[in-house]
């Protein structure tokens, strides 16, 4: 059964469809899978082998009496540990929440098991997803299996990693400023970020409320689409949610084709800071979409200059007040002061807070704060939010001009374990593509687009499209995908070279 764990989600659905598998061999292949390289890729935090056969078990029964939950139900997935999941660890990658079992599921978690998707586990995530490489774990680094010395991106570099090293055929990962999309481009895997509010954030634990989405990680664009149609959808839980159906994303990514559809290069999103390997590999594509029939264009989004300035003052902000509910009072991590016999609550809040939280936590907190105080409230955020204005209307003109928008969806290849952990701003600037499509909550999706000459590691091209309009990037991506399939003989992760000697 282990040469099933190669194959797409979408193949192993049909496979499931016609009894030719049953989704508890299919789970435990998986599971095996996780047994023999997770001790060195680390992409899980927690296996939930039980649950999973269940499951799969539930599956195999629904599928034998001819009523499937779902296109989906019986193939396994993973899930990042931002994600609330009843009876499950959920961390956030965080000491904090160490060994918290949630008593309910997110509506993300919920609808994976009503579409009768067996859970593997919950993957290894920055703490509270701040982060670009997985690095910020409480729980140590996950692996890129291209290169076990180098970073899966982040924050979502488990639920990638997961993907990468096909320990799960499918993921969910959340992305704030690029947190599906980076670690995509750097494991040479497909990440969506939907439109804001087009998935639910009910029992995602927030990071920055106003720009957190949840999200697809796949190794396909049709994989992709077909998860997302899962999880997508308008729910009465959460304030946030678009009430209109999910885009047609499945028949959008089974059409692919760009014919006539005008492509925007975006002058910012490219140039100087990027490598020339992910250059060269970008501009490639854009000649592939060329060839293709695609009318292409050069936009320009002047403000997309500021996105990183303004994004790192709303985010640290929104994070201050979110993670101002860990106060040790109610649930998590508990420390009492030492030599304090009789400690008030603002001494175990902040006991706590500093054992419980890791440096990158501690530091944008402070900044948030700060940004948040009287005084400096209008001079910082206040101007960061016209930012963020001035960009969603450069996305609009853009727009206007083309119908997706495309550049690198990270200025780098994978960078190696530590090379930027003490710098907070080289970590940063490995969001600056993605970023903006955050601001303004327009989605986007990241699919390889080669490897770079120089070190044969993943690059990635990025696909923008306007609010609620996923089908142009899906058509558009599994357009891409097949003919950067057929230039490079197939699917990127064909080539991986760290992955069966992780094996």
């Known amino acids: 059964m282990g040469e099933l764990i190669f194959r797409s989600a979408a193949d192993l659905a049909d496979e499931l469809a016609t009894g ?142 997961a993907v990468a090293a096909f320990e799960s055929p499918l993921a969910i990962g959340t992305d704030t400023g690029g947190s599906i999309r980076q670690p995509a481009a750097l494991t040479g895997t497909v990440g969506v970020k939907p439109t804001y509010g087009g998935v639910s954030r009910y029992g995602l634990i927030a990071l920055a409320s106003s720009l957190d989405q949840a999200g697809p990680c796949a190794r396909s664009v049709l994989d992709a689409a077909l998860l997302h149609e899962v999880i997508g959808g308008h729910d009465p839980l959460d304030s946030t949610s678009i009430d209109a159906p999910t885009p047609a994303v499945v028949a959008a990514a089974r059409r692919a084709d760009v014919a006539g559809m005008r492509v925007g290069v975006v002058k910012e999103l490219g140039g100087e800071g990027y490598q020339p390997g992910v250059r060269s590999r970008f501009e490639e594509s854009v000649q592939l979409l060329v060839d293709a029939g695609a009318e292409v264009v050069e936009v320009s989004c002047p403000h997309f200059e500021y996105a990183l300035a303004a994004y790192y003052l709303i985010l640290p902000s929104e994070a201050s007040s979110n993670l101002a509910r860990f106060d040790a009072m109610r649930y998590g991590l508990r420390v009492l002061p030492d030599g304090i016999p009789d400690a008030s609550a603002e001494e175990v809040m902040a006991a706590t807070r500093e054992s419980g939280f890791g440096q990158e936590v501690k530091r944008r907190i402070i900044l948030g704060t700060y940004a948040l105080s009287s005084g400096y409230y209008e001079a910082y955020y206040g101007q960061a939010q016209k930012v963020r204005t001035l960009i969603t209307r450069d996305f609009e003109r853009a727009f206007e001009q083309a119908d997706v928008l495309v550049s690198p969806t990270a200025p780098t290849t994978a960078f190696r374990v530590g090379e930027k952990l003490d710098d907070p701003l080289a970590m940063y600037l490995n969001d600056i593509a993605t970023i903006p499509a955050n601001l303004a909550g327009t989605p986007g999706l990241s699919l390889p687009s080669g490897l770079a000459a120089e070190d044969g590691l993943p690059t990635g091209i990025q696909l923008l499209a306007p609010a609620l309009a996923e089908e142009r990037l899906y058509a558009a991506g599994a357009a891409l995908e097949a003919m950067l399939h057929e230039r490079w003989g197939g699917s990127l992760l064909d080539r991986a070279p760290a992955l069966e000697a992780a094996a």
């Open 20 to 161: 030719s598998v049953s989704s508890v061999e299919l789970t435990e292949a998986y599971l095996d899978r996780i047994d023999a390289v997770d001790g060195v890729v680390h992409a899980f935090l927690h296996v939930d082998r039980r649950g999973a056969i269940e499951a799969a078990a539930g599956a195999d029964a629904r599928r034998a009496d001819g009523q499937p939950a779902s296109a989906l139900d019986g193939v396994p997935i993973a899930v990042k540990d931002v994600v609330v999941t009843r009876g499950l660890p959920t961390t956030c990658g965080s000491r904090i929440l160490h060994g918290w079992i949630p008593p309910y599921d997110a509506t993300v978690a919920a609808r994976l098991k009503s579409a009768g998707m067996p859970i593997l586990g919950k993957t290894n995530m920055d703490e509270f997803a701040m982060g670009s490489s997985t690095e910020h774990s409480a729980f140590g680094p996950s692996r890129n299996p291209w290169d076990l010395d180098r970073v899966p991106g982040g924050s979502g570099g488990g639920s990638s990693a």
